[in-house]
């Protein structure tokens, strides 16, 4: 155990300057600190013990790509990659992952070769208050808001033929037919908001559909519901109640439009939003405190933080990494086109495909 905090630079795919105001208001008011770990989200730190990346470096100022390269002030053992996005949305190549000591998802690991990979759901940041519009951030409430209205939904017109995102939104068209004015859609390209909270605070039930189909894998568009406050008509995670309170959430299925839209007309007629309280208040306490991405790197790295290796190295952001190192980078280029070959025929992708 160390006498003083673990520092912990914290950096994300964010602009620098926003990344403070991003990652703040997960903090306990008024400090930096929890637990033993203490957090900075200054990209030019120079003087930290633990390393983390949020899906990778930040950019350079102005720029889109992640060109970062970053000399460590700690060592390599004492850094982490979380990435949260599916096997199909992104693969990282084996190469490109060696540089952190620990590498932070649910991944297969035929799909990620680390030898310290921690496979589990990643925290994700809640979408919920978080200002899309270049606004401030909400600070998460300790309590959810008080409801006056039924049901909604976010969404947009993304229809991307790898992912469940042509199904998703072709669901939602046909379940604005059957459910008419009991069901307020938002999103970009139906009706935008800067916040999800402005689609999620004042409403009783969401539906919230994941674009990727894993049994272990959730996204923020579940636990932003426990946030919320709200119950969740679910597509996504089967294996949900390994973490969640079973009852905190009713099942949908998307391919069966007139079954979902008369399991949400009997959920808000016998309002099962008031009969499920106690498991939607064991979701929340559950997702602020495992999943509040700070919360959670901070527990983590009290358990993996090594104060005894020397300091050293360089990390590369993934643009960066392939400049620097070409040779590497079509190693892993190779590595990723085999994978996605074999996770087209796994069993777990064919709700994907369907």
Not at 106 to 134: C, D
Not at 170 to 194: C, H, T, W, Y
Not at 300 to 313: A, I, P, Q, S, W
């Amino acid at each position: 155990m160390v006498d003083a905090p673990i520092r912990i630079k914290f950096m994300s795919k964010t602009q620098p300057d926003q990344v403070e105001g991003l990652w703040r208001p997960l903090l306990p008011t008024g400090t930096d600190q929890i637990g033993a770990c203490r957090f900075s989200f200054d990209p030019n730190d120079r003087d930290y013990d633990f390393l983390v990346a949020y899906e990778d470096l930040s950019p350079l100022p102005g720029s889109s790509k992640v060109l970062r390269r970053e000399p460590l002030a700690c060592a390599p053992i004492n850094t982490m990659l979380l990435t949260t996005e599916p096997a199909s949305i992104r693969i990282d190549g084996p190469r490109y992952l060696r540089q952190f000591g620990h590498v932070w998802t649910h991944k297969h690991p035929s799909l990620v070769h680390h030898p310290r990979q921690i496979r589990e759901t990643p925290p994700l940041r809640f979408f919920y208050g978080r200002n899309l519009a270049g606004g401030a951030h909400l600070t998460i409430p300790e309590n959810p808001p008080e409801k006056s209205a039924d049901l909604s939904a976010m969404s947009s017109t993304k229809a991307m033929a790898h992912t469940v995102h042509a199904r998703r939104l072709a669901f939602f068209s046909e379940l604005k037919v059957e459910l008419g004015e009991m069901l307020n859609l938002f999103g970009r390209g139906i009706q935008p908001v800067d916040d999800k909270a402005e689609a999620m605070a004042t409403y009783r039930y969401h539906i919230a559909v994941e674009n990727h189909v894993e049994p272990g894998h959730f996204t923020e568009k579940l636990t932003d519901c426990f946030v919320a406050g709200c119950l969740p008509f679910y597509f996504g995670d089967p294996d949900y109640a390994k973490i969640f309170p079973s009852d905190a959430l009713i099942p949908i299925d998307i391919f069966d439009v007139p079954a979902t839209a008369q399991i949400i007309r009997d959920a808000i007629a016998t309002d099962q939003f008031q009969s499920r309280q106690n498991a939607l208040m064991e979701a929340r306490a559950t997702t602020l405190d495992r999943f509040n991405t700070l919360r959670a790197v901070a527990d983590r790295v009290e358990k993996v933080y090594d104060e005894h290796t020397n300091r050293g190295g360089v990390i590369h952001g993934r643009h960066a990494f392939r400049k620097a190192h070409p040779l590497k980078a079509a190693q892993d280029a190779l590595f990723v086109a085999r994978s996605r070959r074999k996770s087209h025929a796994h069993p777990l992708q064919s709700v994907i495909e369907e």
